[in-house]
């Protein structure tokens, strides 16, 4: 039984209208490793696709093309052995020129891996697309790579023979907190909310992890396998990830280690600073990858839009591999299940549910009803020579005159604010009102599990979020 695709319904329906253009087209499909790229592509051009090919991992020029010539032979008995790319491309046109069907879809996936050093196959791939493909109507061209820095510099913006050339990108994203929710659900994994949030706070929503998961196991006991076990799939996933992803992988572990020290983020001036990383135009493409990538955002202060852009990390494996994997000191197979109950596991979880959100604001907005109004998301904190200082995370300051301060609360039940609590909050606020000067009402959102319980400390609060409105 072929598996049901989820949370891609945009994506295949641009698939097929690309399809059914009245010209060639040349999508360019990337995202990172394991978000279900090839996935999509097989699933929705399988049954119209005329050529299909998937480069190496590590492979010389010589691999590569024997690999080429191996895959088109069974499309087309009467391919040669190929010396380089410009033959391999001209028997592919060839083999094309002969098909019969209406559309000539070709599927290339894994494309960096095929731009081995000295291989030529960039300017031969240019020549068969400039030369021969786009000059038809019926070419219908598809290719991938989970190489996000080789597919934005030789294929999204290439500035040589290819510029300007592909008709359409597509980015894929992770899933979201409530596809993964639909997902779990149609394999009846019986996770409750909280489980649901767990499993998000640590892997986010990429497809691959969801397809590891054991329903006859807890999150908590799925991670100590996939993660902690000797044997554990993921347990070298984060240095794998970056190698996949990025050339000199090395720089952007450093500016992600960096940004991960930092709760509230890190300057361009103070990554630079702490990674030792050159400031040139190089650095620049660093950041702008990784933020393309989702690992992390840019954003402003509230109190000082438009300058000290902040560097923040948003990518929910990164933030469990900085906190709690490269911090278990010994080698526990069952780590994460004996700190359920540890601080350790009560800091983590405060900050990856703070995560949960910011990756969530859309779902936040439409809970509170204000899809529809122009909105700005900023953070704030009090300027850095006042004691005692204040932060709030996420500020929503909205075109109707209010803004929401959000609170973010994770707990095994509704949360419970006591005294202690409120007068943090009204702190915060009462901060915000004096440095901020918003000249706007402020309301006071609480985003948390399962709601705030009612009691006399509970007043302040003017809205709230509950995961399952975060699921929606």
Known sequence: ?????????????LIKKYLSSNRSEFVAVYGRRRVGKTFLLRQTLDDSLCFSFTGMSNSK????????????RRYYPKAKACTNWLEAFDQLQDYIENCTQEQKVIFIDELPWLDTPKSNFMPAFEHFWNGWALGRSDIKLFVCGSATSWMLDNIINNHGGLHNRITHEMFLEPFTLGLCKQYFDAYHFGYSDRELAEFYMIFGGVPYYLSLMDKEQSVTQNVDRLIFSVKGELRDEKENLFRSLFRHSEDYVAIIDAISEKRKGLTRAEILEETKLDNNALFTKR??????CNFIRHYEDYSNRQRNTLYQLVDPLCHFWHNIVEQSKHRDEQFWSHSQNSPLFKTWSGLAFEMLCLNHVPQIKQALGISGIQADVYSWRTPVDVTPGAQIDLVIDRADRCVNICEMKFSRSEYEMDDAERNKIENRILQFQRYAE??????LTMVTSYGVKRNTHSSIVQNEVTLADLMR
């Open 438 to 443: 918003p000249r706007k009402s402020i309301r």
């Open 1 to 13: 039984m072929t598996e049901p695709m989820f949370g891609r319904d945009e994506e295949c329906r």
């Open 61 to 72: 020029n010589s691999e590569q093309l024997l690999n080429f010539f191996v895959t088109l």
């Open 287 to 292: 950041l702008e990858e990784l933020e393309k």
